[in-house]
């Protein structure tokens, strides 16, 4: 087989009934059918992954993306259509699927192994290397029922990145957890991807997409609206979020876009932004009102963590409506942060921006610019107030030229 995953015309269809006891009594005989709705989940969906792809899989709230998700891994059947997979497949669909709560972490491994294709004999070979992954030393004994959401993550996803399998589905579980557990995720995840393995990765963050997956297939109304780039992709779907999701809305390029808050880790020191603030770069004090052409600047104080790291900072420009209108980062210049402690300036030169009002954002992210240690925005808006009527987004440098036609002449021939 020369894909990983082939998709053919798959479907799913779902029955909404009124009341529950409706669809209970449809499948007695001597019942007379009640009425109910069809909501169609995936409609006529065609996919080829090939082997040692990663496809990051976009689309808002309802889409489809879990429901196909599901149903490649096993956990619901399609309506209509067909689908093969080659190879083991490991997933992490729901927080706790595949755990029986009331049974201790040591427990849960040996059965949920069991339910992704591992003998006793092979769980118990890999026992060590499960709780050396998921760092849950002190509570593998404890009930699954007292753990907390991140604590849940790290014991699923350690368990099943530990069957060492062909293909790899993740849908957006990995938005739970704790700083350092999701960099480790994400490096087993690029470990991964380096060893020639396929990986399904549903995320609504677009950064995530863009930096984990070559590959990436925009959902929507179940059905694919987008298969391709990853950045073409996201770049696609952030357009079209900025059209039609209202406003009040996160952006796609939101670091967590309606995920989970991201649990503390308790005694974890992690490089952090101190401080950022806009500046007029000549005088070096704080402003934050511009005009189109003026240079910019962001100043960023930057502490590292207990653990130096050597860091890259990533600074953007979002439209109060969502849409990112500029984005750089010291990754893209070779510069990188190797310092306990630093002031960091950008300077952006003749701002091209026309009038609004902008949020600036800024990330702090490790030296492959994959894990995000640190968000925040600068502490004022960037305004931008045009001196004259010009329209659109950016100012555009342009050169006019008039050709004066001999319209006499031309009459007369």
Known sequence: MDNAIEVRN?????????????????????????????????????????????????????????TLLKILTGTTYPTGGSYTISGRVASLLELGAGFNQYFSGR???????????????????????????????????????????????????????????EVLIIDEILAVGDMSFRRKCADKIIEFKKSGKTLFFCSHSLYDVRQLCDTAMWIDHGEVKMFGDSVEVTNEYATYCAKHVDKDDASPWDSENGGPVPE????????????SHLIDPKTRERRNVFAPGDDVGVEIHVKNGKVRERLNL????????????????TEFDNVLIDAEEAIVTLVMPSIKLLSGEFVVPVWLLDEKGVHRFHERPTEDNLI??????????????????????????????
């Not at 007292?146 to 014991?155: E, F, N």
């Not at 503390?264 to 401080?275: A, K, L, N, T």
């Not at 050169?399 to 007369?412: C, P």
Request: some cysteine.
């Open 384 to 413: 931008i107030q045009n001196r004259n009527k010009e329209l659109g987004l950016f100012l555009v440098e342009r050169e006019w030229s008039i050709r004066v036609l001999d319209v006499a002449n031309k009459a007369a021939d």
């Open 107 to 165: 427990e849960n491994i040996y059965m949920n192994a069991a339910l992704l294709g591992l003998t006793h004999a092979e769980a118990k070979s890999k026992y060590e290397q499960i709780l050396d992954f998921s760092e849950l030393y002190d509570f593998i004994d404890a009930p699954i029922r007292t753990y907390s959401s991140g604590m849940v993550c790290r014991l699923g996803f350690s368990v099943a990145v530990a069957t060492d399998p």
């Open 264 to 275: 503390p880790f308790v005694g974890e020191q992690m490089p952090e932004i101190v401080s």
């Open 10 to 66: 798959l479907s799913k269809t779902y029955r909404i009934y009124a009341n529950p006891w409706h669809r209970l009594t449809e499948k007695l005989p001597w019942c007379n059918p009640h009425p109910y709705k069809e909501v169609r989940a995936l409609q006529n969906v065609n996919l080829d992954i090939p082997h040692g792809t990663c496809v990051g899989l976009v689309g808002p709230n309802g889409a489809g993306k879990s």
């Open 314 to 329: 990533a600074v953007g420009a979002l439209r109060t409506d969502g849409t990112l209108c500029v984005a750089t980062t």
